[in-house]
């Protein structure tokens, strides 16, 4: 059997505890190992067969589950954050479904969700926003036409873009298109949760200034919007005058 595990954005303990079990009882871990916290390696039992997958191909890691399957031994495959993003994880369940092999998916906490913490910030504010959008920079791997950075940028939501640190010129620009001025807030997390955890909170008109000037240039997140404002406004749900299921309002 294999499964896929969430490691969690970086801290080893921020992994969830149905993650941990499979790694201590895992015959194989194949972690991601250009992110995932080598300090999680720790909780394997001893023998374990260890592979990075950073210098694996699918093929190469395909073959290695394969073989694994065969011998009765469980694998884990264990991804960065959460792997239902950006985790390259649907060509492999597609392959083992083609070999017959069983698999299942503990999430895990996304690094979207460990760069909130990291800026103390609530994506969605009443009255700023409702919807987060989740995407990243086209660079050498496509985005849908559909799917640019400046189209999404028109709705002024709060946005988090994975992948594209890199690029952060082109982010900037692509932002300024949109529904972003050069004075909306934004902020770029890098290595949220791991010891060395930076966060840079500048404005759309200083993003790529800012980011340079803080030396990062990978493993980052960019959050964009006016969540990380001052202006908001307050729940109804904690309004004492708002009457839900399990609570009376008052009336004013
Ligand atoms: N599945 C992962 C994302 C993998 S894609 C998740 O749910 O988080 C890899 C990209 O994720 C990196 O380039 C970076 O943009 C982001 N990333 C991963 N871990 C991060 C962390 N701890 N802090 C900031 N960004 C991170």
């Known amino acids: 059997m294999v499964?896929?595990?969430g490691a969690g954005p970086g801290a080893p303990d921020l992994i969830t505890r149905r993650g941990a079990a499979l790694l201590q009882t895992a015959d194989c871990?194949?972690?991601a190992g250009s992110l995932v916290n080598p300090a999680l390696l720790g909780l394997a039992k001893a023998g374990c067969a260890i592979y990075n997958s950073a210098e694996m191909t699918l093929e190469q890691v395909l073959a290695v589950m394969r073989q694994m399957e065969a011998e009765h031994k469980t694998t884990v495959r264990l991804h960065t954050g959460d792997p239902?993003?950006?985790g390259a994880i649907r060509e492999q369940m597609d392959a083992l479904d083609a070999d017959g092999i069983a698999y299942d998916d503990t999430p895990?906490?996304?690094s979207f969700c460990g760069a909130a913490a990291a800026l103390n910030a609530e994506y969605t504010l009443p009255a700023v926003s409702q919807t987060v959008i989740i995407t990243r920079m086209e660079g050498r791997t496509p985005v849908p036409e559909k799917e640019k950075l400046a189209s999404l940028?028109?709705?002024?939501a709060t946005m988090v873009i994975f992948l594209s640190i890199g690029l952060i010129d082109k982010v900037q620009e692509a932002l300024l298109q949109g529904a972003y001025t050069a004075s909306t807030p934004a902020?770029?997390?890098y290595k949220a949760t791991w010891p060395e955890q930076k966060t840079v909170r500048c404005t759309v008109g200083t993003?790529?200034?800012?980011?340079k000037q803080a030396g990062i240039t990978k493993t980052a997140l960019i959050v964009v919007g006016d969540f990380l404002g001052r202006c908001y406004a307050r729940s109804k749900?904690?309004?004492p005058a708002f009457t839900t299921e399990y609570r009376e309002g008052i009336k004013p």
């Open 3 to 5: 499964h896929f595990v």
């Open 29 to 31: 871990i194949i972690y």
């Open 84 to 86: 239902c993003l950006y």
């Open 108 to 110: 895990g906490v996304s």
């Open 153 to 156: 940028a028109s709705h002024g």
């Open 187 to 189: 902020a770029v997390v």
């Open 207 to 211: 993003l790529a200034q800012s980011t």
């Open 237 to 239: 749900l904690y309004d």
